[in-house]
């Protein structure tokens, strides 16, 4: 039978999902959600080549990746295409604001710690040499079009999907103006939107309230929006 599903790219880019215990995924597939975190161009554990595939093109092939694994379990039979969701943490959260700009095929999307203008983001981060790489080894004012255009802020006018954004307050290598500058232009664009921000939280979570407050935040948006039963909660809360 075919059950609600997710989208979860991982954060970094640089980085991968592997075969590992992660407690958010769990709670979610017990409310009966499927859940797909693809390993997209850019991620590591596929050589080099494959690792600096996004060089300069960030939401393109990546975006590609994340959409056709996407189509692959809607045509397994996996994932209902009607009760279509997608989350995302650092490169996660940068990867579901630009979802939220590029389509309209999910139901509810929640970016968390995300980036949305590449350009501001730049002089916001603390790794901006890292930031830099991706970007043709030129820094915003030398590459502006290239900086903005690979920015969801700049299509944010595309966006009509429930979005629940996440932020910890005193995130040093995304900071959270990435976050209100999205937060705003929907609020003025009467999208559905909650904002979420977690007080003395920096870019991963160490407090353990704020990591349960925030998969149960999860398990309530998406049956919202995606129509899914709530197992793991308690009837009227």
């Given at each position: 039978?075919?059950?609600?599903?997710?989208?979860?790219?991982?954060?970094?880019?640089?980085?991968?999902?592997?075969?590992?215990f992660?407690?958010?995924?769990?709670?979610?597939?017990?409310?009966?959600?499927a859940?797909?975190?693809?390993?997209?161009?850019?991620?590591?554990g596929?050589?080099?080549?494959?690792?600096?595939?996004?060089?300069?093109?960030?939401?393109?092939?990546?975006?590609?990746d994340?959409?056709?694994?996407?189509d692959?379990?809607?045509?397994?039979?996996?994932?209902?295409p009607d009760?279509?969701?997608?989350f995302?943490?650092?490169?996660?959260?940068?990867?579901?604001f630009?979802i939220l700009?590029?389509?309209?095929?999910?139901?509810a999307?929640?970016p968390?710690?995300?980036?949305t203008?590449?350009y501001s983001?730049?002089s916001?981060t603390?790794?901006?040499?890292?930031l830099?790489?991706?970007?043709?080894?030129?820094?915003?004012?030398?590459?502006?079009?290239?900086?903005?255009?690979?920015?969801?802020?700049?299509?944010?006018?595309?966006?009509?999907?429930?979005?629940?954004?996440?932020?910890?307050?005193?995130?040093?290598?995304?900071?959270?103006?990435?976050?209100q500058?999205?937060?705003?232009?929907?609020?003025?664009?009467k999208?559905?939107v909650?904002?979420?921000?977690y007080?003395?939280?920096?870019?991963?979570?160490?407090?353990?309230?704020?990591?349960l407050?925030?998969?149960?935040?999860y398990?309530?948006?998406?049956?919202?929006?995606v129509?899914a039963?709530?197992?793991t909660?308690?009837?009227?809360?």
């Amino acid at each position: 039978a075919k059950v609600p599903f997710l989208l979860n790219p991982h954060g970094g880019p640089t980085g991968a999902s592997i075969n590992n215990f992660n407690g958010t995924v769990q709670v979610l597939a017990a409310n009966g959600f499927a859940v797909l975190q693809p390993n997209f161009r850019g991620s590591t554990g596929k050589g080099l080549a494959f690792a600096q595939a996004n060089k300069n093109t960030w939401g393109k092939g990546d975006y590609e990746d994340c959409m056709t694994g996407t189509d692959a379990m809607i045509a397994s039979g996996i994932a209902d295409p009607d009760r279509l969701g997608a989350f995302g943490w650092s490169y996660g959260g940068y990867m579901t604001f630009w979802i939220l700009t590029q389509t309209d095929r999910f139901k509810a999307v929640s970016p968390g710690a995300g980036l949305t203008n590449i350009y501001s983001m730049y002089s916001q981060t603390d790794i901006h040499r890292y930031l830099n790489w991706f970007y043709t080894d030129k820094a915003p004012w030398e590459n502006q079009d290239l900086y903005w255009d690979r920015s969801p802020m700049k299509y944010v006018n595309n966006v009509k999907t429930p979005t629940m954004i996440m932020h910890g307050q005193v995130d040093t290598r995304v900071p959270i103006a990435q976050a209100q500058e999205f937060y705003q232009a929907l609020v003025e664009r009467k999208v559905p939107v909650e904002f979420v921000v977690y007080p003395r939280e920096n870019h991963g979570f160490t407090e353990p309230r704020h990591n349960l407050d925030r998969v149960r935040r999860y398990v309530r948006f998406f049956a919202q929006y995606v129509n899914a039963p709530v197992v793991t909660e308690p009837a009227g809360q």
